[in-house]
């Protein structure tokens, strides 16, 4: 069936050091999969997508991959800062059903 | 400023008593959407709206109601809430449902006791 998922529920890194998140999928239907970011108090908000037919996509110091052989997906933050402080999910969009399934979430938290 | 609002953002209420969270945007946005969050289950989807007058169920739509009477407002109705629907509640609004067009809301917080 449908599923996303996360490897680990919690995740702390040092500041400055890069961060990657991990996430696992089971459906190979969707068109896209996103990485959404929410900060205590506030709803998800938007950060990078990569559409199924690409290995990797880079934004503003984060990158995404995804690895349709393992059905695999991991979010990289470069030089994490205190700001990058929050809960990922990451999700699976279906355009057919303008349709979006969300995993679980991973809290990132920066030690000084 | 673009955004999409909520209200109330925090509401106890008790079982049986019909409530309306309400959600707007200003963008004129055809897609609306309604999610429900809750711990170790991340957002699903409860409801959305392709446009005015058309509106579909989520994954868990059951004790929930929408109404899409004008683009800028969807608001849900939960005509006899229960304790099972204590949740975080989220509205988001986007173009067309695209996954890098849907904007949040700040969520409505909500207990039934």
């Known amino acids: 069936g449908e599923s996303v998922g996360l490897h680990l529920p919690t995740l702390s890194v040092q500041e400055g050091d890069n961060s990657i998140i991990n996430c696992a999928y089971s459906n190979s239907a969707s068109d896209y999969f996103i990485w959404y970011k929410q900060e205590s108090g506030k709803g998800p908000q938007f950060i990078i997508d990569i559409r199924s037919n690409m290995d990797k996509r880079q934004g503003q110091r984060v990158t995404v991959l995804l690895n349709k052989t393992v059905k695999h997906l991991s979010l990289q933050i470069a030089a994490t800062q205190p700001g990058d402080s929050a809960v990922y999910f990451c999700a699976e969009f279906y355009s057919s059903a303008s349709k979006i399934i969300f995993g679980s979430g991973t809290r990132l938290s920066i030690r000084p | 400023e673009a955004q999409v609002t909520q209200n109330p953002r925090y509401l106890i209420t008790v079982t049986g008593k019909k409530l309306t969270v309400t959600c707007s945007q200003n963008?004129?946005?055809?897609?609306m959407s309604w999610y429900r969050q809750d711990p170790g289950l991340g957002l699903r989807q409860i409801y959305y709206?392709?446009?005015?007058?058309?509106?579909d169920k989520g994954d868990v739509p059951e004790g929930y109601k929408v109404s899409r009477k004008e683009k800028r407002n969807f608001p849900l109705i939960l005509e006899s809430p229960s304790p099972n629907q204590t949740s975080l509640y989220f509205c988001a609004s986007g173009l067309g449902g695209g996954a890098d067009t849907q904007y949040f809301g700040p969520g409505t917080r909500l207990t039934v006791l």
């Open positions: 709206s392709m446009n005015v007058e058309v509106t």
């Open positions: 963008m004129n946005h055809e897609y």
